[in-house]
């Protein structure tokens, strides 16, 4: 079956726009994460969903930032009034449960470029 | 505060050689730790898991340790070859996934 896709794989923006970013996750899997990650650095959690629901979003780095799920599928990531901060990758997974296993399966995330 | 640390400088070995990636963590607890793998442009691709209960894993020509005394996991490749350049994360289990920085490992032959 299909891995994780991230749509667009590029976005080039300017200051102040906003911006969203797709992620459809591997069919079934129950969660699903977003991350950032800057260039020469470690993976930033920003939230994650258990079906619909987000129980943590502690990782979202301000109010501009914010997600949704539907239908136990796809995610949008939504970066209002964009930043050159926020320029980064942003990295979506998805994992069949959340519990003791949870391995991740990585889409092959959207580069977002901030002028 | 709760760190986990990877060495950022990168590692670079001779082919065939034996790599070996560190990752150390303080103020967690840790039921499993996860290693992955990430190329450039590329999201993170998972190798291997260790529950805190194993002392170690295999797999193919890897090896992950997990000491949970010295709050220490080693990654080892063995009969290593420049495929295997990339960089190498480590993932604690809390409540979410929390990732390294990575380790970037370069195999020149």
């Known amino acids: 079956g299909a891995g994780v896709s991230q749509s667009p794989s590029n976005k080039v923006t300017e200051k102040g726009k906003d911006v969203e970013l797709r992620c459809d996750p591997i069919s079934g899997h129950t969660a699903l994460y977003w991350y950032r990650q800057r260039l020469g650095q470690g993976l930033e959690f920003l939230i994650y969903?258990?079906?619909?629901?987000?129980?943590?979003k502690s990782g979202l780095p301000s109010d501009r930032f914010s997600a949704e799920r539907t239908g136990e599928s796809v995610s949008t990531l939504t970066i209002q009034r964009t930043q050159q901060e926020d320029s980064a990758v942003y990295l979506c997974?998805?994992?069949?449960?959340?519990?003791?296993?949870?391995?991740?399966?990585f889409g092959p995330g959207t580069r977002l470029t901030v002028l | 505060s709760q760190k986990i640390e990877q060495n950022s400088e990168a590692l670079n070995i001779q082919e065939g050689k034996t790599a070996t990636l560190t990752c150390n963590y303080t103020?967690?607890?840790?039921?499993?730790l996860q290693w992955y793998r990430q190329d450039p442009g590329r999201g993170p691709v998972f190798l291997l898991l260790?529950?805190?209960?194993?002392k170690e894993k295999r797999k193919e020509r890897l090896k992950v340790t997990f000491d949970t005394t010295l709050k220490q996991s080693l990654f080892h490749i063995t009969a290593s070859q420049p495929a295997d350049s990339a960089t190498y994360l480590c993932?604690?289990?809390?409540?979410?996934?929390?990732f390294g920085t990575g380790t970037r490992l370069q195999v020149f032959p």
């Open positions: 260790i529950r805190e209960n194993e």
């Open positions: 103020n967690y607890s840790p039921a499993y």
């Open positions: 969903f258990q079906g619909n629901s987000a129980p943590d």
């Open positions: 993932a604690l289990n809390t409540d979410k996934l929390i």
């Open positions: 997974a998805s994992s069949l449960v959340i519990g003791e296993t949870d391995t991740q399966y």
